[in-house]
């Protein structure tokens, strides 16, 4: 069966697709004006199974309710939730942290298909080392395995990948395959995924002092020169070209902002999602969103 659903479009493209793809299935075309460079979908539904699906590379635009040219340029997410998800669901705590893993897999797709530069996520604070022992080493055996098995798809994806935070802590093989996955990634440019573990704000901070107070010690810069940009250069976030977040999301409505990122969110506008993280998908990223292009950004002056 063959349904066509075009308003009148401004401009269109098919994708070719081989015969044998369509044989023994039906076939479906959507177009949807809404957006100038959606165009039109063709795929294909198998006769036997009933499941959609479109060419292996069609990329999903822009949702509609959004504007191309308000979205942020710097996301930064608080992933909150996943033990208390786990609990309403009779489970035990890595089961909420696997599904938190997967719902992080969704937002960063869904931030590169969308135009965002940078994504920051907190996956494990400072704060968190007092967590019992069993579950910490949970939480870094899945994030090694996590990054282990995606980290070539994000490399396929154009994505590069940062780790920030104190690693002092860390296992030793999981540094090395942050290291190695830092190398292979550093020259990828459609989205920059920073991922902060064994990260605060305040360490941020003070890690920036030291920094700034050796070289003053050495002699390579005067007290004088201290100055917002130097500090800036000091801070973890100097691995990106947008270390100021324009977006904070924290699920599972808590309203605090937990150490992260403190210097850098000055400006930032905040939103507390109510969903816990693994509930927080593609509609609750569009909600935040839709938020963040209502809001006039003014940074302490004032609209004419």
């Not at 070539?152 to 090395?176: F, H, M």
């Not at 927080?280 to 292009?293: D, N």
Request: one cysteine or more.
């Amino acid at each position: 069966m063959l349904s066509l659903r075009v308003p009148t479009p401004t401009s269109f493209h098919l994708r070719r697709l081989h015969p044998r793809d369509i044989e023994r299935r039906d076939c479906f075309i959507s177009y949807s004006p809404s957006f100038v460079n959606r165009g039109v979908r063709l795929g294909i539904r198998s006769s036997s199974s009933g499941v959609a699906f479109t060419p292996a590379e069609e990329e999903e635009t822009l949702p509609e309710e959004l504007q191309p040219e308000l979205m942020p340029k710097h996301v930064a997410i608080i992933m909150d939730g996943n033990g208390r998800w786990a609990k309403n669901q009779g489970l035990q705590p890595w089961d909420g942290h696997r599904a938190g893993v997967e719902a992080l897999k969704e937002i960063v797709e869904l931030s590169g298909k969308w135009g965002i530069q940078v994504l920051t996520v907190f996956a494990f604070s400072t704060d968190n080392w007092i967590r019992p022992r069993i579950e910490i080493d949970f939480l870094f055996s899945l994030f090694e395995r996590s990054l282990k098995t995606e980290f070539q798809k994000l490399a396929k994806n154009n994505v590069r990948i940062s780790i920030i935070g104190d690693s002092s802590k860390l296992p030793k093989s999981l540094l090395r395959l942050i290291n190695e996955v830092e190398e292979v990634t550093k020259h990828n440019t459609r989205l920059q995924l920073i991922v902060a573990v064994g990260y605060s704000g305040k360490y941020d901070v003070l890690q920036a002092c030291r920094g700034i107070a050796q070289r003053v010690k050495d002699g390579e810069i005067d007290v004088d020169e201290i100055d917002e940009r130097l500090i800036e250069q000091e801070l973890e976030t100097n691995c990106t070209d947008f270390p100021y977040p324009d977006l904070l999301i924290r699920t599972s409505g808590e309203l605090r902002v937990s150490n992260f990122l403190l210097w850098q969110l000055a400006y930032t506008e905040l939103f507390f999602a109510q969903e816990l993280w693994p509930d927080f998908g593609r509609s609750g990223y569009i909600e935040a969103l839709m938020s963040f292009q209502q809001r006039q950004r003014r940074f302490g002056g004032r609209k004419s």
